[in-house]
């Protein structure tokens, strides 16, 4: 049952990761030299951007629906903190293709824990410096 104090709460913890994410993102600036990564989360998948802030772009970027797409050929379903792992994975790769190898780490305003520290250390373990 879904009551109006459970919506409350809902839309108090949104707007709370909301005021983190400005905060944040107030001393978060990417450049060419350092780009931005940023993660977001939704209820189903986790996807991942390298942004150059001075010049408004996106380098490279990698969602989890790739990962699903991926399950659907080998037939072997993930969990979601795999599919994180392997987000983070493949966003370390397409920065060394473009010759990115340290980021800002941006995880506007969530917690760091589960996915988002699965995505951050296969990114890590895919050579990106934090």
């Known amino acids: 049952m879904f009551t109006k104090a459970m919506s ?4 108090l913890q949104s707007e709370s990761r909301l005021r983190r994410q400005r905060r ?3 001393h978060l600036k990417g450049s060419s030299h350092r780009p931005r ?6 209820n189903r998948y986790i996807s991942a ?11 490279a970027s990698v969602s989890g629906l790739e990962a699903t797409a991926a399950e659907t050929k080998t037939k072997k379903t993930m969990s979601p903190a795999e599919r994180a792992a392997w ?9 060394k293709a473009k010759d990115i190898r340290e980021v800002q780490f941006d995880r506007s305003g969530y917690r760091y824990h ?7 250390a296969a990114a890590r373990q895919g050579g990106l410096k934090f």
């Open 8 to 11: 409350v709460k809902i839309k």
């Open 49 to 59: 951007q390298i942004i150059d802030d001075a010049k408004s772009v996106t380098l």
């Open 114 to 120: 589960g996915l988002v520290a699965a995505l951050a």
């Open 24 to 26: 944040v993102r107030r």
């Open 87 to 95: 987000v983070g994975g493949r966003i370390a790769e397409k920065a």
């Open 37 to 42: 990564l940023s993660v977001f989360r939704s």
